[in-house]
């Protein structure tokens, strides 16, 4: 009888009825890892399956606990005011928080709206006279400038015409002084 043959025994047996291969120590040891890694909140000491010792940092660890931890605004006043008030402060901080485009100490830039624009989009903007030039330029997808706008000191809004612009994704880069700050996309859909 050839080695490759199967002995009588299990000839007539399913495949279904042979029974499964021993574990190794490997795959013993990485499925403990993942139950201690999820049952345990921080584990400060654990085993990979290659016998590496493995220790979290405190330090990093004391950051993202840190991070997570709900803190209090630093605009936060005692004063009783009224729901209207309160939920106007609340809008205005929400805008200024989520919908910069651009924010530092000599720039304040709005993300463009409405986002998707039809006729026409809108940008806010406040500008320092320590910056010399601040412009917007529009692109297609493919690459090749559209148009651009400059920024006035003075004023604190922009209008961006769209009504001769294609329906699609164009994206939208602000500069200050030759230099690129941040680019973000704008969908034009035409009603």
């Known amino acids: 009888m050839s080695s490759f043959a199967q002995t009588n025994e299990n000839r007539y047996k399913s495949r279904l009825d042979v029974k499964p291969k021993q574990k190794t120590m490997s795959q013993i040891t990485t499925?403990?890892?993942?139950?201690?890694?999820?049952?345990?909140?921080?584990?400060?000491?654990?085993?990979l399956d290659r016998n590496i010792n493995y220790q979290r940092s405190a330090a990093i660890s004391q950051y993202f606990t840190n991070s997570l931890m709900v803190q209090t605004p630093k605009n936060y006043s005692t004063k009783t005011e009224t729901p209207i008030a309160l939920a106007e402060s609340k809008a205005e901080e929400s805008f200024s928080l989520e919908d910069k485009l651009f924010d530092n100490?000599?720039?304040?830039?709005?993300n463009i709206y409405p986002n998707p624009a039809d006729?026409?989009?809108?940008?806010?903007y406040n500008i320092s006279s320590q910056?010399?030039?601040?412009?917007?330029?529009?692109?297609n997808v493919l690459g090749s400038e559209i148009k651009e706008e400059i920024l006035d000191k003075d004023a604190n809004i922009k209008s961006i015409s769209t009504k001769d612009w294609g329906n699609g994704i164009y994206l939208?880069?602000?500069?200050?002084?030759?230099?690129?700050?941040?680019?973000?996309?704008?969908?034009?859909?035409?009603?």
């Open 105 to 110: 100490d000599k720039i304040s830039v709005s």
């Open 172 to 191: 939208y880069q602000l500069s200050a002084d030759g230099r690129s700050l941040v680019t973000k996309k704008l969908l034009v859909r035409h009603q």
């Open 119 to 124: 006729d026409a989009a809108w940008i806010k």
């Open 131 to 139: 910056v010399n030039e601040v412009k917007i330029t529009f692109y």
């Open 31 to 47: 499925s403990s890892f993942k139950k201690k890694a999820f049952t345990y909140f921080q584990p400060t000491h654990l085993t």
